[in-house]
């Protein structure tokens, strides 16, 4: 949509006002920046965020400071339009109109930060020019947020203020809840245009006792040189599994604003969240089809059961492959890691608690789950890793990379369940009669602790 460096403010305050490039203090930077980039027209940049369950990787456009976008995913065939009207979703050929719950999307402020990104920041920290360290490099000027030398706590304010900006699922989510340990932020600026040309965060955190890693870089590669975006097509509201309402009469199901969800379609989506469960995590289509809600046309189950499966583990492949980009790993330790893998989560176990609607297109499903124990499968290939290359002071590069994978292999074969299970909220959209989950992380994180 996962490791940071923490610095002690050791600079006194007098340093901070110092000019940071050519006689240009931090106000003055910032507002060239800030002025440049709200002059932009259009811009284009590449994303590629890593998390601890996977990496999003893509491409964004965006027009008129942000009021029409489009982003592209590139390790799965998706695609997130939006304008002033509306939020469009986009799977392979699906397309669907998610309008209604664009604040739980919570895109806005990533486009405002796409945008801008230091005024976001300064909105963040009202003080955030006085907490940067600022230097020149050839023809960039970088920017390090390294947070208040008399507040220790600083960094970490910054990491909460981070994540509540960019965190989806706001409405559903106790930031009190959630602990951040590590944050570190830099910045590079063009150094004659003052247009931003990278922005590189990292946040370390804990929810519901699951650590997660972000490391978030942004590039932005080409302004003012978009002269439309492309707009997905709206499709009919039974492009993925057909009208899902409890009967052939639509008015059954209640529409935005218009009352209460009915029953039927709350526990439907508990149904749909079990199904989804089987489809991806245990790669079984049959219980799929079988745990899908009775509104969901046996035909459309099965081709529905079908692209959740074979994407599920495409997109852990294509993960696996962008975290070892440049590596000399084959095709076929690729599959053996990623069927070792899928063995591994399929031995978890869950359930399926309660189904609560939160408002009239949206149903929270609470899992439990007990979920496998990735960190000590990780901790374990680390230590029998270093102990094969102290045997032989000799490997090479490559063999040193075939070997890891040859442990991680077989430590996912041997992989033990968490005794204590998680209670996991997972979001459900309702839009059009159809259900949709559009983070499947809510449950994963779950399944692999």
């Known amino acids: 949509m996962v490791k940071s460096i923490q610095r002690l403010g050791l600079i006194v305050v007098s340093v901070i006002m110092l000019a940071a490039c050519g006689g240009l203090s931090n106000e003055e930077l910032a507002e060239?920046?800030?002025?440049?980039?709200?002059?932009?027209?259009?811009?284009?940049?590449?994303?590629?965020?890593?998390?601890?369950?996977g990496v999003s990787k893509g491409t964004?456009?965006?027009?008129?400071?942000?009021?029409?976008?489009?982003?592209?995913?590139?390790?799965?065939?998706?695609?997130?339009?939006?304008?002033?009207d509306v939020l469009l979703i986009?799977?392979?050929?699906?397309?669907?109109?998610?309008?209604?719950?664009?604040?739980?999307?919570?895109?806005?402020?990533?486009?405002?930060?796409?945008?801008n990104p230091l005024e976001v920041f300064e909105e963040m920290d009202e003080d955030f020019l006085e907490h940067i360290e600022v230097e020149e490099k050839d023809d960039e000027?970088?920017?390090?947020?390294?947070?208040?030398?008399?507040?220790?706590?600083?960094?970490?304010?910054?990491?909460?203020?981070?994540?509540?900006?960019?965190l989806s699922d706001q409405q559903n989510r106790d930031f009190d809840e959630i602990d951040v340990s590590k944050f570190a932020l830099t910045m590079d600026i063009d150094a004659e245009t003052y247009l931003a040309n990278k922005v590189h965060l990292k946040v370390t955190y804990e929810e519901q006792g699951i650590e997660n890693k972000m490391?978030?870089?942004?590039?932005?590669?080409?302004?003012?040189?978009?002269?439309?975006?492309?707009?997905?097509?709206?499709?009919?509201?039974?492009?993925?599994?057909?009208?899902?309402?409890?009967?052939?009469?639509?008015?059954?199901?209640?529409?935005?604003?218009?009352?209460?969800?009915?029953?039927?379609?709350?526990?439907?989506?508990?149904?749909?969240?079990?199904?989804?469960?089987?489809?991806?995590?245990?790669?079984?289509?049959?219980?799929?089809?079988?745990?899908?809600?009775?509104?969901?046309?046996?035909?459309?189950?099965?081709?529905?059961?079908?692209?959740?499966?074979?994407?599920?583990?495409?997109?852990?492949?294509?993960?696996?492959?962008?975290?070892?980009?440049?590596?000399?790993?084959?095709?076929?330790q690729f599959d053996l890691l990623t069927d070792a893998f899928l063995d591994a989560i399929s031995k978890a176990e869950f359930k399926v608690l309660t189904s609560?609607?939160?408002?009239?297109?949206?149903?929270?499903?609470?899992?439990?789950?007990?979920?496998?124990?990735?960190?000590?499968?990780?901790?374990?290939?680390?230590?029998?890793?270093?102990?094969?290359?102290?045997?032989d002071e000799g490997m090479s590069q490559d063999d040193i990379v075939s070997k890891n994978l040859e442990i991680l292999t077989a430590e996912y074969k041997n992989v033990e369940k968490i005794k204590e299970p998680v209670e996991v909220p997972v979001n459900v959209m309702i839009q059009n009669g159809q259900y949709m989950v559009l983070l499947q992380d809510e449950y994963l994180m779950g399944f692999v602790q």
């Open 32 to 53: 060239k920046n800030k002025e440049a980039m709200d002059d932009a027209k259009s811009m284009m940049l590449e994303f590629n965020e890593k998390e601890t369950n």
């Open 90 to 115: 986009q799977e392979g050929s699906y397309v669907e109109d998610i309008s209604a719950n664009r604040d739980n999307v919570n895109v806005e402020t990533i486009i405002e930060l796409f945008v």
């Open 356 to 391: 609560t609607a939160t408002d009239p297109e949206s149903v929270v499903v609470t899992v439990s789950i007990n979920g496998i124990n990735n960190t000590k499968v990780y901790e374990d290939t680390e230590k029998k890793l270093e102990e094969a290359v102290a045997a």
């Open 60 to 84: 964004t456009y965006l027009m008129d400071k942000g009021e029409q976008f489009r982003i592209e995913y590139e390790n799965r065939d998706s695609v997130l339009y939006g304008d002033k």
């Open 215 to 332: 490391n978030q870089k942004y590039t932005y590669k080409e302004y003012d040189k978009l002269d439309e975006i492309e707009k997905p097509e709206l499709g009919s509201s039974e492009d993925i599994f057909g009208s899902n309402n409890p009967s052939d009469d639509p008015s059954e199901v209640n529409s935005p604003g218009e009352g209460e969800l009915d029953q039927d379609v709350i526990k439907g989506a508990g149904e749909y969240v079990e199904a989804l469960i089987y489809a991806t995590v245990y790669q079984d289509e049959k219980a799929f089809v079988s745990s899908a809600p009775e509104s969901m046309p046996e035909k459309e189950a099965k081709e529905h059961a079908k692209l959740q499966k074979e994407s599920f583990r495409e997109i852990y492949k294509s993960n696996t492959k962008n975290n070892m980009a440049g590596l000399n790993v084959t095709e076929e």
């Open 141 to 166: 000027i970088s920017i390090e947020y390294i947070g208040d030398e008399d507040d220790e706590n600083s960094l970490i304010d910054m990491g909460e203020a981070y994540l509540k900006i960019t």
